[in-house]
């Protein structure tokens, strides 16, 4: 199943890229969901992210490991895919892209695929994560526009 976001930020595309990183990461968790990180290595291939969830007092680690990564003249994007994910879920891909429109404004894009191998576990899933996914464009602005 997927869910995919756009969210356009008056920054430049190289200086949102330079700021994807831990403090980010955090900035955009959704306030509904416990979570601790306990580890960012960062955006590049064979880096990995570990979480701890708490949701509805159920605890669960999250590992995603950073598979591919991609930079051109005016983009860059890079691919995270969970190695240990929350039941019920199993696959996780999420592409990031963050794409130049011009000179002072960047696309930014999360591109998400994921899989309970239950149709009816994926629709019950989706609901939660698109809301928890919802907030990003508000927190990106914030975040990179300081609104």
Not at 27 to 47: H, I, K, Y
């Amino acid at each position: 199943m997927k869910i995919r976001f756009e969210t356009t930020v008056k920054c430049p595309w190289l200086s949102v890229k330079n700021k994807f990183d831990r403090e980010l990461f955090l900035q955009l968790a959704p306030p509904w969901v416990g979570m601790t990180l306990e580890r960012f290595d960062g955006c590049s291939p064979g880096n990995e992210v570990h979480l701890m969830l708490n949701s509805f007092g159920l605890k669960q680690k999250w590992v995603s490991v950073i598979t591919a990564e991609n930079l051109k003249e005016t983009e860059w994007s890079f691919i995270d895919e969970g190695r240990t994910i929350p039941w019920p879920m199993k696959s996780w891909k999420h592409i990031h892209q963050v794409l130049s429109v011009d000179e002072h404004t960047t696309l930014i894009i999360d591109d998400i695929t994921f899989d309970c191998g239950n149709s009816i576990l994926n629709s019950l899933l989706r609901p939660f994560l698109w809301s928890s996914f919802s907030i990003r464009p508000s927190r990106y602005k914030k975040f990179f526009e300081g609104k």
